[in-house]
């Protein structure tokens, strides 16, 4: 369904060119068939060129879109074979905390990343949404697809290749461009059903477009208002979500059913692991020992083998940690059970658009946007966990190795009889790998806001048209979601009543998912819960002034075109977090001594970040013609040339200047080549650039100890060592990160055959192949090459400065003896950087068919088929990762170092090699039928592998979107009435299984979908 089309036979794009120095710039204009007005579309600033496309775009109309039966901007969107892996939407990995919280989606061409998109509205930019989401650990933001009003388009143009020239930042993998409907003199109202069969799932939206011509038809206001509800969606509604347990699911492939990678389960359940902290060792009752040496110990079922103590209620301690990797397995954590997370949110969500213009004069008007979004969306999750230790004094009240008397006097009636060396005061513990299931379902509320108000003139002087335009826009979310104040649950932990917080009531012991059916008190719970909130906003403020002439002069094969432009921005983010999280509450944990910057349990501290950026730019754009069919050269009817670019001054990390230069050759009438070469770059999010740091407790293998025992023979081999040790693992943004560079090309052939009968239609197919480099993509080096990066520089007798250690101990110097290495301590912490890093490589082949056929007794036809190949996506090692590679190949460091190279990443979890989808349309006096074909080319999930060795094969899926219509006219009451009936995936069909249930990157969690709507015109 991205198709070729503006109604049947689409005149290509108008072509741009650009300056010498700094080219950069794209061209392109569309025509409708049955239209002679002309329209411009993405990608050209020159108004009225009389040029043909030299690049490739896909335009769908109003019944285009229909055929998709979208009802959001995802689900449109989705519908393009050329759009990437959405990976931003809250129904990817929804049971995690890691999901997309808010009526949020992304727009990702070519599967290059989110923010290499541009998304305009109305040939502007939209202000990006302000909640980033991690990619690994860089944060990402990106547009809004749910915020674009797409009940009031008139068509979406996807300019599929680079335009810097044009558009300047993010234009990497091409452009989106929404056309609102306006100038609209009349009323329609409609409203539309829907419901995923089999599902919760549940989708209503209405919609009311109004327009009033006035002042004798020289002004027009239209306005646009949809309101759209959708409930929530269950786990328990599909198989794939109702459990993460998806083992049974994959019984029938025996050499994928060993695998444990479809069994998502965690292990932190309502089942703790406690260590006695300050303790004599092993810890007996009787003569029977209740803890390891270590101290540690855990409560468990006493059906399962491993008790030493029973505790009552069906509970038992059991010595050291529990075994949830065999033993207790039937205990881990199961978010989706009893449907205590949801895998898509309740969303209400309105737009409204206005928008309006005055023809002051026959070459003046004045026109303005104003454009309003609201949403807001509840959902489920799962609670907090102990990241790290948490204390537990001796005084609490359920704490078995407590007081033999309490403070008050009373006797302890929860402290085990008969231990034989624990003192009478007790001694205090502390747990780890715990979930605080007793709390309930994480409820998760975001509110999202996005206004847009323009205001603009544009006209005609001395031949030459121009536009201005200040655009202001601002994006905001608020979320809230519960939280666990430290502080409150040290308190509440300390106290000698029933009321203390119980973290030794264990689980629910018929093992359903590792739930809590023995919660603590109301009033403990009340006491620890608290709303977390977070509040971002992005806004942009936009100025520009453009002019274009059509024939600012001729040439031996005709007028040349030019379009330039100059245009301001100043684009800021803000992410302001909760004061209990940010550092500003900090929590020292009374037991332990433990500080941390952050006072809410089970999340590490993350500062608020706030940054702002003004960008000034200018642009040059020419169409030139070489030749015309009047110069009646053989084989060459006519060539168009493009030539642009476009400078851009930042004021945070300097200036950019790309070039564009395009081609069309028309060799005979009908047929033409076509191609171009661009480069573009995409700047650091503010975000990346803000000078601000974020710590996250991680596990790292110390190698340079692995070196000191595999000398010293304590190892064997090199894989054989254990030194993996806990970390603090410090991330922080860089002011001077630089842009990402882009070079593009493509090259294609556009076939209209003239000798075809026009009684048979107009046929337009289209080939191109494509090609996009970057470099310098922001990412960062991660724990583990780091530490590789430390053990080379101490085999060379330095060191990295970004691993913290501690001063080697006695222990360490004997560690070391015999091996020649020094003697270091253990890591404590690791600091990393955003970078300009790796580059990457995607390329393959886009194919287009449109076909309209218009009878004067079987109606109208329209056919488009739209697809794109996918043959690379590969990414280069980043210059310190080919450092480590080069060392280890030289045996400066251990041969069997792991070192990860991304290489081929084709099919890899996302990004398969195919997609395309097509739609057809017959109109019939009343009648009219649409139907759409989306295939998803299959791809592989490298989590999941055979006893071979081989990943895992995630089908291809085909779904086939179907409606029909029928309007009343001249029906008295009913006239102009539309009735449409409609399904989504009418086949039926579930998305292919994967170790996690489903891609939610790629696809919906539900199969057939039904709607039916209502419209009305006056």
């Known amino acids: 369904m991205n198709y070729q089309s503006l109604r049947g036979y689409r005149r290509r794009l108008a072509q741009g060119a650009a300056l010498a120095a700094i080219l950069i710039a794209t061209g392109a204009a569309a025509q409708d068939a049955n239209s002679v007005e002309e329209v411009v579309v993405v990608g050209t600033q020159i108004k009225g060129a009389k040029t043909t496309a030299a690049l490739p775009v896909t335009v769908l109309d109003e019944s285009a879109i229909a055929a998709t039966g979208a009802v959001s901007g995802d689900d449109l969107f989705r519908s393009i074979p050329q759009m990437g892996d959405v990976f931003i939407n809250p129904s990817n990995s929804p049971q995690t905390s890691n999901s997309t919280r808010g009526d949020v989606n992304s727009i990702n061409l070519r599967s290059l990343g989110v923010g290499n998109t541009l998304v305009l509205l109305n040939g502007r930019r939209l202000v990006s949404h302000p909640t980033s989401q991690s990619s690994g650990t860089v944060p990402l933001l990106g547009f809004n697809a749910n915020a674009i009003p797409t009940s009031n388009l008139d068509r979406l143009e996807v300019l599929r290749d680079g335009a810097a020239a044009i558009y300047g930042s993010d234009a990497v993998a091409g452009v989106v461009n929404t056309v609102l409907k306006s100038n609209f003199d009349g009323l329609s109202m409609d409203a539309q059903y829907g419901w995923a069969e089999g599902t919760h799932r549940k989708e209503y939206s209405s919609n009311i477009f109004a327009g009033r011509n006035f002042a004798e038809g020289r002004g027009n206001i239209s306005v646009n208002a949809n309101f759209t509800w959708r409930t929530a969606q269950r786990p328990s509604d599909r198989p794939y979500t109702a459990t993460q347990d998806l083992r049974p699911l994959f019984a029938g492939y025996p050499e994928y059913a060993v695998s444990a990678a479809p069994d998502n389960r965690g292990n932190q359940n309502s089942f703790a692991n406690f260590t006695v902290f300050g303790g004599p060792g092993v810890i007996r009752q009787g003569t029977t020992a209740l803890t390891s040496a270590a101290g540690a110990t855990h409560v468990q079922p006493n059906t399962i083998a491993g008790c030493a103590a029973q505790l009552g209620n069906g509970l038992c301690l059991g010595t050291g940690n529990l075994a949830t990797g065999s033993t207790a397995n039937a205990y881990r954590y199961n978010a989706p059970q009893n449907d205590a997370t949801t895998v898509a949110p309740e969303i209400k969500r309105q737009n409204l658009f206005l928008n309006g213009h005055y023809d002051i004069s026959d070459t003046l008007?004045?026109?303005?946007?104003?454009?309003?979004?609201?949403?807001?969306?509840?959902?489920?999750?799962?609670?907090?966990?102990?990241?790290?230790?948490?204390?537990?004094?001796?005084?609490?009240?359920?704490?078995?190795?407590?007081?033999?008397?309490?403070?008050?006097?009373?006797?302890?009636?929860?402290?085990?009889?008969?231990?034989?060396?624990?003192?009478?005061?007790?001694?205090?513990?502390?747990?780890?790998?715990?979930?605080?299931?007793?709390?309930?379902?994480?409820?998760?509320?975001?509110?999202?806001?996005?206004?847009?108000?323009?205001?603009?003139?544009?006209?005609?002087?001395?031949?030459?048209?121009?536009?201005?335009?200040?655009?202001?826009?601002?994006?905001?979310?608020?979320?809230?979601?519960?939280?666990?104040?430290?502080?409150?649950?040290?308190?509440?932990?300390?106290?000698?009543?029933?009321?203390?917080?119980?973290?030794?009531?264990?689980?629910?012991?018929?093992?359903?998912?590792?739930?809590?059916?023995?919660?603590?008190?109301?009033?403990?719970?009340?006491?620890?819960?608290?709303?977390?909130?977070?509040?971002?906003?992005?806004?942009?403020?936009?100025?520009?002034?453009?002019?274009?002439?059509?024939?600012?002069?001729?040439?031996?094969?005709?007028?040349?075109?030019?379009?330039?432009?100059?245009?301001?921005?100043?684009?800021?983010?803000?992410?302001?977090?909760?004061?209990?999280?940010?550092?500003?509450?900090?929590?020292?944990?009374?037991?332990?001594?433990?500080?941390?910057?952050?006072?809410?349990?089970?999340?590490?501290?993350t500062p608020s970040t706030k940054g702002s950026r003004d960008v000034g730019s200018a642009f040059l754009e020419f169409a030139v013609p070489l030749v015309s069919p009047e110069m009646s050269i053989p084989l060459v009817r006519r060539i168009d040339l493009q030539l642009a670019g476009r400078f851009e001054n930042y004021s945070d990390f300097g200036s950019v200047a790309k070039p564009k230069i395009a081609f069309a050759w028309d060799v005979v009438d009908g047929v033409r080549l076509r191609g171009s070469w661009q480069q573009g770059f995409r700047a650091p999010n503010l975000e990346t650039t803000n000078p601000f740091n974020y710590s996250r407790t991680n596990t790292v293998t110390d190698y340079y100890r692995c070196e000191a025992d595999l000398r010293a023979g304590r190892i064997a081999n090199f894989t054989a060592c254990t030194r993996g040790v806990g970390i603090r693992f410090t991330t922080a943004g860089n002011p001077d990160l630089k842009a990402e560079e882009s070079e593009n090309y493509s090259v294609g052939v556009v076939l209209q055959p003239t000798f075809i009968p026009e009684q048979f239609g107009r046929f337009t197919l289209t080939v191109d192949r494509w090609q996009i480099k970057q470099e310098g993509i922001v990412g960062t080096l991660g724990s583990t090459n780091i530490a590789i990066q430390d053990y080379l520089a101490r085999l060379g007798g330095t060191n990295n400065p970004a691993v913290i250690r501690s001063a080697p101990t006695v222990d360490d110097v004997a560690a070391f003896a015999g091996t020649g290495l020094t003697p270091v301590g253990q890591i404590l912490e690791i600091r990393d950087q955003f970078k300009n890093l790796q580059p990457q490589t995607v390329s393959g082949i886009d194919f287009g068919l449109n076909w309209s056929l218009r009878t004067e007794n079987a109606g109208r036809f329209t056919v488009n088929v739209d697809g794109t190949y996918m043959d690379k996506y590969s990414q280069e090692l980043a210059p310190p990762i080919a450092e480590l590679f080069a060392a280890r190949a030289a045996g400066t460091i251990n041969r069997a170092t792991p070192l990860t190279d991304p290489g081929d990443l084709l099919k890899r979890n996302g990004k398969p090699k195919w997609k395309w989808s097509g739609n057809a349309t017959w109109r019939g006096g009343p009648f009219q039928v649409g139907a759409s074909v989306i295939y998803t080319g299959s791809v592989l999930d490298t989590d999941l592998l055979s006893t071979a060795g081989e990943p895992w094969r995630v089908q291809p899926l085909t779904t086939v979107n179907l409606y029909g219509q029928y309007r009343f006219e001249q029906k008295g009451w009913a006239n102009d009435t539309r009735i449409r009936v409609g399904a989504r995936n009418l086949f039926d069909k579930d998305p292919p299984l994967s170790s996690g249930g489903f891609i939610g990157s790629l696809y919906n969690p539900y199969a057939r979908y039904w709607y039916m709507s209502v419209s009305k015109s006056f």
């Open 365 to 605: 008007t004045a026109y303005g946007e104003v454009g309003f979004y609201h949403a807001t969306s509840e959902a489920l999750t799962t609670q907090g966990t102990s990241l790290v230790v948490i204390g537990v004094p001796a005084s609490n009240y359920w704490n078995p190795f407590g007081p033999v008397t309490f403070a008050n006097g009373q006797a302890n009636p929860n402290r085990l009889a008969n231990l034989t060396n624990v003192p009478a005061a007790g001694l205090p513990v502390t747990f780890t790998n715990y979930r605080f299931n007793d709390l309930g379902p994480n409820k998760v509320e975001v509110e999202n806001y996005q206004t847009r108000f323009l205001g603009g003139l544009r006209g005609e002087t001395w031949g030459w048209s121009w536009d201005s335009a200040l655009l202001y826009s601002k994006a905001d979310a608020k979320d809230e979601s519960d939280g666990i104040d430290s502080q409150k649950l040290a308190a509440s932990l300390a106290l000698s009543t029933p009321d203390a917080y119980n973290p030794f009531n264990g689980g629910c012991l018929d093992g359903t998912g590792g739930g809590d059916c023995t919660p603590s008190s109301k009033a403990a719970l009340d006491a620890i819960r608290f709303r977390l909130k977070r509040h971002s906003t992005t806004t942009l403020t936009l100025a520009d002034f453009k002019v274009s002439k059509p024939d600012l002069i001729n040439i031996w094969a005709g007028p040349v075109g030019v379009a330039a432009g100059v245009e301001f921005r100043h684009e800021t983010q803000e992410d302001r977090r909760d004061p209990m999280l940010d550092g500003r509450t900090p929590f020292t944990d009374p037991v332990t001594g433990n500080r941390s910057a952050s006072n809410v349990t089970g999340v590490n501290d």
